[in-house]
């Protein structure tokens, strides 16, 4: 099959897509959606997210230097799309989509009980790059529902329901895994 040349586009594709919450030095809070979201770092557990300058949240989270990474599930795309396309500066998405706020762990931002996964981030740098300005942050805590956790420990992300973002459209993930870790080198177990 012949491909053809997508010129300048960065065209990594699905993507996460998570609600980050933020709040200003006056405790106002404030959510808005991101598809460029990743991790960074192993050890210590880094993340980054690029953030436009013109976004209420920008202005939050360089106050504060902190914010939670909120997973959503597929029934919560409605307002993952909302609060990707109104701003903080017009409307306060908290109240308009119905959200629970609840206090982090370690970080003054808050995080969203609806969302089965929370990460709570501190900037450690904020790279200008063009359009976006990377931000790199070190997880502090994350909280899991508890419900997604076997008992050897193992979080099972696959039955949280969880949503992709994928050039313009959003999609559920998982299906049937199609492999472990390391599946491809792995030596059979002889039968005995
Ligand atoms: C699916 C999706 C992904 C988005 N990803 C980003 C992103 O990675 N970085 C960003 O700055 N804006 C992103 N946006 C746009 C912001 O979420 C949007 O401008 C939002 O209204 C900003 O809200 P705020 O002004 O309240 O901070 C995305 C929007 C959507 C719908």
Redesign the pocket.
């Known amino acids: 099959m012949s491909k053809t040349i997508f010129k300048g586009s960065a065209l990594l594709n699905p993507v996460p897509?998570v609600l980050i919450t933020s709040s200003n030095k006056d405790s106002l809070c404030?959510?808005?959606?991101?598809?460029?979201?990743g991790i960074a770092c192993t050890r210590p557990p880094m993340v980054s997210?690029?953030?436009?300058p013109?976004?209420?949240?920008?202005e939050?989270i360089k106050a504060t230097k902190n914010f939670v990474i909120n997973i959503p599930t597929i029934d919560m795309a409605k307002k993952?799309?909302f609060?990707?396309?109104?701003?903080?500066?017009d409307i306060n998405?908290i109240e308009a989509m119905d959200f629970t706020i609840e206090k982090s762990k370690k970080v003054s931002a808050p995080s969203l009980k609806e969302c089965p996964i929370n990460i709570e981030c501190e900037i450690k740098q904020i790279i200008p790059l063009g359009s976006?300005d990377l931000f790199l942050a070190q997880i502090l805590s994350s909280s899991v529902e508890e419900n997604l956790i076997d008992k050897n420990g193992k979080i099972h992300f696959e039955k949280a329901n969880l949503m992709c973002?994928s050039h313009g459209e959003?999609f559920p993930v998982f299906n049937k895994p199609l492999g472990k870790f390391g599946f491809s080198v792995q030596k059979k177990k002889s039968k005995k």
Do not use: M, Q
């Open positions: 897509v404030n959510v808005f959606t991101v598809g460029w979201v997210i690029a953030i436009r013109e976004r209420l949240s920008y939050y993952v799309d609060c990707g396309v109104r701003s903080g500066r998405k976006h973002y959003y």
